[in-house]
């Protein structure tokens, strides 16, 4: 068995983890290398969830009886534990989501109704990249759309890096917002957060950073990153689906007008108009995710109790072993950073002219579980001129034997293709 440096015990790590002893077809066991997807979730997070709903299941806030007080606790307390995560300020900054994406599209609509010196109209300019997840395009595109504001963009560099040559031409005057990745789904590279803040702070502007392939592998400490709002999800982090985070420095959700409206954001409503209560409930209308939430808190609890610092080490020493067998496949092109230095734990690749949905499906077939496609990155797809990617991703209960695995398996697409 290849041993590296700096892994985790990831034999008892794997043990909380049901679904990684399935056996799938014709005996072969599961090699999951799809965590910039979705990550896997430990007993310990679905304990929490099966708990809540057979002893604490109701809604929040307004209820006076037990079970309503119990799960008010137990949701605020997972907003306290997020929070801590982040090293956010105030717990009030902590802002419950779907999703990412809800989180991003959050932001885009609060500047599209806000008042100045927040607004965004046809006299400012929105800045995003080209590596951006469509969940970091369409809703600026959305917005530009409305509004008659100008959407500009850094492009890519050959090696899969941003292009900051121009960064004083893209971020001028008149950038109402900045919104980028911290780590590409798609590339894996890791952007340089400090000179993209810096200018943008030069000029005034706003900066929302994509942390959902951070947050699971990293420190994140929204205070070191200066940014004004940093959104990520659960269900990469060992979380349940339908749980996102949108942080915000509370000067900014004190100013901001709400997206949605309904129960529990208000403060007084009459037939002529309403009031809203103070962040985060502000920004949570109706019934939030509650029973996710907990799950999230859960998550946070499991990360926390193996480090955070353990954990960005160990996929460290994955990645560059990974990045280090794959280059040996003949024919194989990895798209974006060819080290593992300043990158995460996402590598995507090409095999020769074999369609990468090919590639994927048989190595479904060996078992192995990776991504195939444009990985809701299309731009990055035709910016290298090619169709798709298969993408293999990696996390906390990664081993080496599954890169082995995912190297025999490509020698048999090889194969299988002639």
Not at 68 to 81: F, H, P, Q
Request: charged residues 20%.
């Amino acid at each position: 068995m290849t041993q590296l440096p700096g892994l985790l015990d990831t034999e008892a790590i794997r043990k909380d983890f049901p679904i990684l002893d399935r056996v799938l077809h014709d005996g072969k066991k599961l090699v999951y290398l799809d965590n910039a997807a979705t990550s896997q979730t430990p007993r310990q997070v679905i304990d929490a969830l099966s708990e809540y709903y057979e002893q604490h299941n109701a809604n929040v806030h307004r209820g006076v009886h037990v079970l309503a007080e119990e799960a008010t606790a137990l949701y605020e307390g997972a907003r306290d534990k997020v929070a801590a995560f982040i090293n956010a300020p105030s717990r009030d900054e902590v802002i419950f989501t779907k999703n990412a994406s809800e989180s991003l599209n959050l932001v885009a609509n609060m500047l599209g109704w806000a008042d100045e010196p927040y607004r965004v109209d046809h006299e400012t300019e929105i800045v995003i990249t080209e590596m951006e997840h469509h969940s970091n395009i369409v809703p600026w595109q959305l917005l530009s759309q409305r509004t008659g504001a100008k959407l500009r963009w850094f492009g890519l560099t050959d090696d899969g890096r941003l292009d900051l040559s121009n960064i004083d031409e893209i971020i001028t005057e008149k950038t109402k917002i900045v919104s980028f990745v911290l780590v590409s789904n798609i590339l894996g590279t890791l952007n340089p957060v400090e000179a993209i803040v810096r200018r943008a702070q030069e000029v005034g502007a706003l900066v929302l950073i994509d942390a959902s392939q951070a947050a699971p592998h990293m420190v994140l400490d929204v205070q070191a990153l200066q940014a004004d709002f940093v959104a990520f999800t659960g269900h990469k982090m060992c979380g349940p689906t339908g749980i996102g985070v949108l942080w915000g420095r509370q000067e900014l959700l004190e100013d901001l007008p709400p997206f949605l409206g309904g129960g529990e954001m208000i403060e007084t409503v009459s037939m002529h108009s309403s009031t809203y209560a103070p962040a985060p409930h502000k920004f949570e209308a109706g019934t939030p995710p509650i029973a996710q939430a907990v799950g999230l808190g859960a998550a946070v609890d499991y990360l926390n109790s193996i480090g955070m610092e353990n954990i960005e080490r160990h996929e460290h020493a994955i990645t560059e072993y990974a990045v280090k067998r794959l280059l040996e496949v003949p024919d194989l092109r990895i798209i974006g950073p060819t080290t593992a230095e300043d990158r995460g734990a996402a590598i995507s690749f090409t095999l020769g002219d074999i369609h990468p949905h090919d590639v994927g499906q048989v190595l479904d077939e060996q078992g192995i579980a990776v991504r195939v496609g444009h990985h809701c990155a299309r731009p990055v797809c035709l910016r290298y001129g090619i169709p798709a990617t298969t993408r293999a991703s990696f996390y906390l209960y990664s081993t080496p034997g599954e890169i082995d695995a995912l190297i025999d398996g490509l020698e048999h697409v090889r194969n299988f293709f002639g």
